[in-house]
């Protein structure tokens, strides 16, 4: 398994970039459900993946929220761009790339929207975005190609049904120790959205994203994407890929076949979290229910109830790179950084349902930031799961939120 470092930095560069690439696509009111979930994402995909979630994740950014098919365009495995292509690798046209791809698809006709060609943003990836029609009507489809120094079991994920409305995800681990995950997904606003993905990682670092939707973006104009779940695996384990993956650059530290899990530094399970979370909850609140999967309970307090979701993190170079970048990252509206005199940070939040949205007010954070790298997180919004969000006061106010992350008991 990759390490703190490892995993966890890919994941925050991957979803960052990812968020921008949705930006590009999607309605202002997706940029509230990615932002709010980026972070318990990120927690779960370190303690369980880093190894769960998300991504979150998953390459492809779900943005259900407010787009139909708004996708992140760089996943995790990823570098950033190059200026020089590495000696000796072959090229591929876009033109050749799309009808490669279209060679996988049914019969049909394929419209291209885009394509990156390695080197526009990485030598280690290439993906295209394509406009599909089987006749029964056009849908928009997308593939990834990429090289990752992660290993099957980390980049190949369900999404988390918890923070993404899921209909079901089917993964399963071949002879060959590559991990094949088949997700579909339901959008939140677009009347009868569907999302479905499929996602092939081996265990040598080459990892196939392909997504499908039932129509084009803002609009379903079929029950189901096109490809049922025979042809999106046969499309992902064609060996017709080789030649993309010829063109692209070999990842430094790339698993390779029998490698063994790296350990993971000790982290707090989730009933961990929720065991210490409770008796640090205000005299006289009632806990309504659990969701230990998810570090996440429901609370009634003063006649107000609210979900709240924990996570922590413990000492490590990423969490101190993060805090040394605080200063860099602009402010939202309503944030409010507390700088301690031992170098701690201490972050409150309120979020709308927007980047910049304050009315109403959906969701609040609590976050404190330590020198050594350790986190504590606390997020509250008033809903059921983590995408559906109802204005109200919630149960508990900032002070309180804050009062509970700074609590000593995290240490004990």
């Known amino acids: 398994m990759p390490t703190d470092d490892e995993f966890a930095d890919e994941f925050a560069d ?8 949705a930006a590009e696509l999607a309605p202002e009111p997706v940029q509230h459900a990615l932002a709010a979930q980026a972070e318990q994402r990120g927690r779960r995909r370190r303690r369980h993946r880093r190894a769960a ?15 139909f098919a708004a996708v992140g365009r760089y996943p995790f495995g990823a570098s950033g ?7 000796g690798l072959p090229t591929m046209s876009s033109q050749e790339l799309v009808t490669l791809v279209t060679g996988l698809l049914p019969k049909g006709t394929v419209e291209e929207q885009s394509t990156t060609k390695p ?11 394509l406009l599909f ?6 849908s928009v489809v997308r593939f990834t190609v990429e090289r990752t120094n992660l290993p099957p079991e980390a980049s190949a994920v369900c999404m988390d049904g918890f923070q993404t409305p899921q209909d079901s995800c089917d993964r399963t681990v071949r002879p060959d120790g590559s991990v094949l995950v088949i997700d579909k997904l339901r959008s939140e606003h677009i009347q009868g959205g569907r999302e479905w993905r499929v996602t092939l990682a081996t265990p040598g670092g080459r990892r196939i994203a392909f997504t499908e939707f039932n129509g084009q973006p803002a609009r379903a104009n079929r029950p189901s994407p096109p490809l049922d779940d025979a042809q999106l695996t046969a499309l992902v384990t ?8 010829a063109t692209l650059a070999p990842v430094e530290g790339a698993p390779q076949s029998g490698d063994s899990p790296t350990p993971s530094a000790s982290t707090p399970s989730n009933p961990e979290l929720l065991a210490k979370l409770v008796p640090l909850l205000p005299p006289g609140a009632k806990v309504e229910g659990q969701a230990p999967g998810h570090a996440a309970l429901t609370v009634t307090f003063e006649g107000r109830t609210s979900m709240l979701q924990i996570g922590v993190d413990p000492a490590s170079p990423l969490g101190r790179k993060e805090l040394a970048s605080m200063g860099l990252n602009p402010e939202t509206p309503l944030e409010v950084r507390e ?4 170098g701690t940070l201490v972050v409150t939040n309120r979020f709308g349902n927007g980047k910049t949205a304050t009315n109403p007010v959906l969701h609040w954070t609590a976050a404190v930031h330590y020198p050594d790298g350790s986190q504590v997180r606390l997020s509250e919004w008033n809903g059921e799961n983590g995408y559906t969000f109802n ?16 609590a000593p008991a995290w240490h004990s």
């Open 14 to 21: 991957g979803f960052a970039r990812a968020l921008r690439g």
């Open 53 to 67: 979630v998300a991504s979150a994740l998953a390459v492809l950014v779900l943005a259900g929220a407010g787009g």
């Open 81 to 87: 761009p190059a200026t020089l292509p590495p000696p």
């Open 119 to 129: 080197g526009k943003i990485s030598w280690h990836q290439t993906d295209a975005t």
């Open 133 to 138: 029609d089987d006749g029964a009507g056009a």
């Open 238 to 245: 064609s060996p017709a890929w080789d030649p993309v993956f």
């Open 339 to 342: 700088k301690r005199p031992d």
């Open 391 to 406: 204005p109200g006061d919630p149960a508990l106010d900032l002070d309180r939120l804050k009062a509970i992350v700074t």
